[in-house]
């Protein structure tokens, strides 16, 4: 009897260069959709709800923080730690373009996997769950609608959470 083999199928396009100049909303779920990144808290503060980092979310958000120090012309635009996924938009801008890019890792799939390993390592447990979500922002509202959904959604998660119960 042969055994059937699994093959994941790939999210990512298949011609697309993801080391392209382009801003890329990403998001990444945890291990078996635990809770363990934030809490979302302030319902009632006047700002409205916000996430606040556990001790393994501040993990996450210090090698967040660091990836413009690592990749060269890569930044962090927006991101948000919730208590079980992270939603980020990283964007590639190479004067040059991708072609002249001097770092040869500066691709989305190697940034996001040195961004788990290391949350991973430095926590000493693994975190994620297998691949991630990502979305090429294809214009300006695009992108503007992506750090809309980034914002607000520590108060969708607040109502989601009151309305369940």
């Known amino acids: 009897m042969s055994e059937k083999i699994r093959h994941r199928k790939s999210l990512r396009l298949k011609e697309f260069d993801y080391s392209t100049n382009a801003a890329y909303f990403v998001t990444i779920c945890s291990k078996n959709r635990a809770n363990i ?3 979302v808290v302030g319902a009632v503060h006047p700002d409205g709800p916000r996430a606040e980092p556990s001790a393994i979310g501040r993990i996450v958000e210090k090698h967040i ?3 413009p120090n690592v990749y060269v ?3 962090v635009d927006a991101y948000v730690i919730m208590p079980n996924h992270v939603h980020l938009i990283l964007r590639i801008d190479n004067p040059q373009g991708s072609a002249g890019c001097p770092t040869p890792t500066a691709e ?4 996001i996997s040195a961004l788990k390993s ?3 390592r430095d926590a000493d447990i693994s975190l994620w769950q297998r ?5 090429i922002c294809r214009d300006y509202r695009d992108y503007i609608d992506c750090c809309r ?3 607000s959604n520590p108060s969708k998660w607040a109502e989601d959470e009151y309305y369940s119960k």
């Open 37 to 39: 990144f934030s809490s």
């Open 65 to 67: 923080q660091a990836i």
């Open 73 to 75: 012309n890569v930044f």
């Open 108 to 111: 989305l799939p190697k940034i």
């Open 118 to 120: 290391l949350n991973s």
């Open 131 to 135: 691949g991630y979500y990502e979305h």
């Open 149 to 151: 959904y980034i914002d």
